[in-house]
């Protein structure tokens, strides 16, 4: 029986190795016929036609500005210390809450490299540090602040300081 075992084993083994076996016919067609496409290329270059080019001129549009009603949109009241940063006005966009001061601070450093002016501040009611991209004194300049936030930071959202 352990024979006959080892005589099934030899002959799969045989049989595995020889059929991996690459054909060196098919490797020699591939080549001819990569050189008899490139010497094609060579003969017939292809001709670039040059594209004529219309400038645009851009139409500018007087921008109205309609004013928003912003009395239905949901602001956070929450009383936080700032931690790092020149102090906070009424309603500030928070992109982001960390239980760590150290993942707090790495989206402070992006956002400055972005170019807002974040902060840090810490909610010790709840041990969260938040992480504000802008602040301002109105409302309505916070929801657009934040709407602009969105596209980057879609969980964005405001913050009235206590």
């Known amino acids: 029986m352990?024979?006959?075992?080892?005589?099934?084993?030899?002959?799969?083994?045989?049989?595995?190795?020889?059929s991996c076996k690459s054909q060196e016919s098919a490797y020699k067609k591939a080549y001819e016929k990569a050189k008899q496409q490139q010497a094609a290329a060579i003969e017939n270059p292809v001709q670039e036609t040059p594209v004529a080019v219309t400038p645009v001129t851009p139409v500018t549009q007087p921008t109205q500005t309609t004013p928003v009603d912003v009395s239905n949109v949901p602001v956070r009241s929450e009383s936080v210390n700032v931690?790092?940063?020149?102090?906070?006005?009424?309603?500030?966009?928070?992109?982001?809450?960390?239980?760590?001061?150290?993942?707090?601070?790495?989206?402070?450093?992006?956002?400055?490299?972005?170019?807002?002016?974040?902060?840090?501040?810490?909610?010790s009611g709840n041990g969260m540090y938040r992480v504000i991209a802008?602040?301002?004194?109105?409302?309505?300049?916070?929801?657009?602040?934040?709407?602009?936030?969105?596209?980057?930071?879609?969980?964005?959202?405001?913050?009235?300081?206590?």
């Open 2 to 18: 352990k024979n006959l075992f080892l005589l099934g084993m030899g002959v799969s083994l045989v049989f595995a190795f020889s």
């Open 83 to 123: 931690i790092s940063g020149n102090g906070l006005n009424n309603y500030s966009v928070v992109c982001g809450s960390f239980s760590l001061q150290a993942n707090a601070e790495r989206l402070q450093k992006t956002l400055k490299n972005a170019g807002y002016q974040a902060q840090i501040a810490f909610n």
């Open 134 to 162: 802008s602040t301002f004194a109105d409302k309505a300049s916070a929801v657009q602040s934040r709407d602009a936030l969105r596209s980057t930071y879609p969980d964005a959202w405001l913050l009235y300081k206590k």
